[in-house]
């Protein structure tokens, strides 16, 4: 049963920018840290992007700091991935994820989106 949905994937070119988003569907996660994860062809699903239930702290993978902004919206029940400059290698499917505990490892994260494409042409 889906409970997170993902939206704004798509095609861009390198040096563009997208806004993702993910919105909670059939339950509140107001009080869970929500994440966003990454899976290229071939690869395993790694950390992006991760912000407290209240939004007060974030952390974020080495290839995306300072060029990816992890944030919530005001009902704290949706959260946003705006990435910016992208690049060729951050192509692949962007999923997020919800957990009550904050954290960066895959395995910690009991909710999931279905994912969305990120597709950035050189």
């Known amino acids: 049963q889906v409970q997170l949905v993902e939206s704004g994937g798509g095609l861009v070119q390198a040096g563009g920018s997208l806004r993702l988003s993910c919105a909670a569907a059939?339950?509140?996660?107001?009080?869970?840290?929500m994440a966003w994860f990454r899976q290229a062809p071939g690869k395993e699903r790694e950390f992006v992007a991760a912000?407290?239930?209240?939004?007060?702290?974030?952390d974020y993978a080495l290839p995306v700091k300072g060029r990816f902004t992890i944030a919530r919206g005001n009902a704290k029940n949706t959260v946003y991935l705006q990435m910016n400059s992208l690049k060729p290698e951050d192509t692949a499917v962007y999923y997020c994820?919800?957990?009550?505990?904050?954290?960066?490892?895959?395995?910690?994260?009991?909710?999931w989106g279905q994912g969305t494409q990120v597709t950035v042409s050189s």
């Open positions: 059939r339950r509140t996660f107001s009080d869970y840290a």
């Open positions: 994820a919800a957990d009550l505990s904050f954290s960066t490892e895959v395995g910690k994260y009991d909710y």
């Open positions: 912000i407290t239930w209240s939004g007060s702290s974030t």
